[in-house]
């Protein structure tokens, strides 16, 4: 199974493929949570992240955690099940050397990349602007990596932020 290269993770370069979340353990480092993709889930969700992302991170760091797994739980809940509703698996793993929090939503919904999706033309006004999309912009915006992959009829979307 193909690892990080925390080399490239310190020098911010694109990182190598992920390891497949489905064949990571607890004991490699993975914390994983297994909910209804629910919005009355989300506090759960966030509160998970964030104590597996550990106490190195800074208020800022919390907030857009915080901010890139509520768009993403949410997108699920609203449309990778519709109508009805399936699981959402969150896994996190913290890196320390060099700091960073990696973050896997895994669902069995409909195939979609949400990376794919255009960006929002953010100088208009809000009122002249196309619905959608802005809050996986503001996603992309806050992370430093991003990556989508449909494996085994599961959609894959990884976040990484660095500390």
Partial sequence: MPEFSLHDLHAQKPLPAIPAPAAASEDEGWQTLTVLALPGNLERVQEFVGDAAGDGCSMKLRMQLDLAVEEIFINICSYAYAPDVGDAEIRVRSLEEPAAVVVVFSDGGVPYNPLEKEDPDVTVLASERQVGGLGIFLTKQVMDELRYEY?????LL???KRL
């Fill in 151 to 155: 494996r085994d009829g599961k959609n």
């Fill in 158 to 160: 990884t976040l990484v």
